[in-house]
């Protein structure tokens, strides 16, 4: 990409949604259109991204490594693509299978959790159906329970040596609760297991609730 961001032709609702994707990926965005929707120009005053208020030119895709071909004109689109293609560069054109090299998944997150699915582009309000309910029954806490283990298993790495105790500590991790606190017992499980002197039967027994 130029200067590692990501180009969009067209600012309305088609392709709103994948400005959004793109910003939450932590893609520098770049969007070319005559006209905008409000929220575009609201993302565009806040600098979250940058607005070029004019039709496209074939021209804008040199130098490039992604493009997003999301307007309401199926020709526009059709021609983002074919110069795409001609560029060697990767190309979506949002609700439009055919022309695509890529597609956006839907994705849940939860902290640093993420599902994505993905339909290839064969029905997009299925994916879309199938999001909402994974949504609906992941636990909320989620994401925190990751962010506790992550930071335990970081701190495990960085204390012990490479071991098969080390590698079960940190297998059993996932399968038990730990707490922030200093004095939690699976958090004390674990570095006794990676010390090597903690079977794995009683690591797998100790669980106790995420603290905030």
Not at 39 to 51: D, F, H, N, P
Not at 87 to 103: E, K, Q, S, T, W
Not at 138 to 163: H, K, M, N, Q
Request: proline share 4%; with cysteine.
């Amino acid at each position: 990409m130029r200067d590692g961001g990501a180009f969009v032709v067209g600012a309305g609702e088609i392709a709103t949604a994948k400005i959004g994707s793109l910003l939450d990926s932590g893609a520098r965005v770049t969007v070319v259109a005559p006209r905008a929707l409000a929220s575009v120009q609201e993302l565009a005053r806040a600098g979250a991204i940058t607005w070029v208020e004019r039709e496209y030119r074939s021209e804008d895709l040199d130098g490039l490594f992604l493009a997003i071909a999301g307007t309401a004109n199926p020709a526009v689109n059709h021609a983002v693509f074919t110069d795409a293609q001609r560029r060697g560069i990767l190309c979506n054109a949002v609700d439009d299978p055919p022309n695509c090299d890529f597609y956006f998944g839907a994705v849940v997150r939860r902290g640093a959790l993420q599902i994505a699915i993905s339909s290839t582009g064969e029905s997009p309000a299925l994916v879309q159906g199938l999001r909402k309910e994974i949504d609906a029954g992941l636990d909320a806490a989620i994401g925190e329970r990751l962010r506790v283990v992550g930071d335990l298993r970081r701190e495990i790495l960085a204390t012990y040596p490479a071991s098969e105790e080390r590698k079960q500590s940190l297998h059993r991790l996932a399968q038990v609760e730990v707490c922030d606190s200093l004095d939690c017992p699976a958090r004390r499980a674990a570095h006794a297991q990676a010390a090597g002197s903690l079977g794995n039967t009683q690591l797998s027994l100790l669980a106790v609730e995420v603290q905030p």
